[in-house]
T-cell receptor, first 116, second 115 residues
């Protein structure tokens, strides 16, 4: 059974700092890995999707990397801002054994607070 | 596009009552997912539809839960009878599934409280 772990569970940093969020997964036979952001009381917003053939994706100040062999992904946020405060979740996707459906398994997230 | 639309946003009901949650996926998407989020268990996939057909319902906790997708633009998740332990935030997500690419887009969720 796929298990996804995110460390740390919570992180507080001053504005302007660069930071790294970590995600690890137990089954390396994944297809995609997706990073989401969740604001309090809101739904999830997709940030980046890394396909299994890729090693990283970038969007603005965000960069996500994927190392399937070691079962790890990192989300790098440059020059953090108070508006980045949210919970960040990673999710790994694996085809089911029948090859016809998808399983997204989520970590429990990292609660990020960026202090002005 | 308005994104994934869910209703109601909040639902408070008493134990034993029937609860129906609704979802309108993004137009053109061919896959729809229902998730449940709790503090203890995080986000869990309940059921997944592809082209309106239920593909995997192994995450549905018990027979009190049922889901339907009568057409490409509408899905419901029903709980009957509801119990206090069903209290959670229920999310609907949709995606356009092509090959192994499956970027999911989430609705705002329905916060369910069962008293």
């Amino acid at each position: 059974k796929q298990e996804v772990t995110q460390i740390p569970a919570a992180l507080s940093v001053p504005e302007g700092e660069n930071l790294v969020l970590n995600c690890s997964f137990t089954d390396s036979a994944i297809y995609n890995l997706q990073w989401f952001r969740q604001d309090p009381g809101k739904g999830l917003t997709s940030l980046l999707l890394i396909q299994s053939s890729q090693r990283e994706q970038t969007s603005g100040r965000l960069n996500a990397s994927l190392d399937k062999s070691s079962g790890r992904s990192t989300l790098y946020i440059a020059a953090s801002q108070p508006g980045d405060s949210a919970t960040y979740l990673c999710a790994v996707e694996k085809w089911d054994s029948g090859g016809s459906n998808y399983k997204l398994t989520f970590g429990k997230g990292t609660l990020l607070t960026v202090n002005p | 596009d308005a994104g994934v639309i869910q209703s109601p946003r909040h639902e408070v009901t008493e134990m034993g009552q029937e609860v129906t949650l609704r979802c309108k996926p993004i137009s053109g998407h061919n896959s729809l997912f229902w998730y449940r989020q709790t503090m203890m268990r995080g986000l869990e996939l309940l059921i997944y539809f592809n082209n309106n057909v239920p593909i995997d319902d192994s995450g549905m906790p018990e027979d009190r839960f049922s889901a339907k997708m009568p057409n490409a633009s509408f899905s419901t998740l029903k709980i009957q009878p509801s119990e206090p332990r069903d209290s959670a935030v229920y999310f609907c997500a949709s995606s356009y599934t092509m090959g192994s690419y499956n970027e999911q887009f989430f609705g705002p969720g329905t916060r369910l409280t069962v008293l």
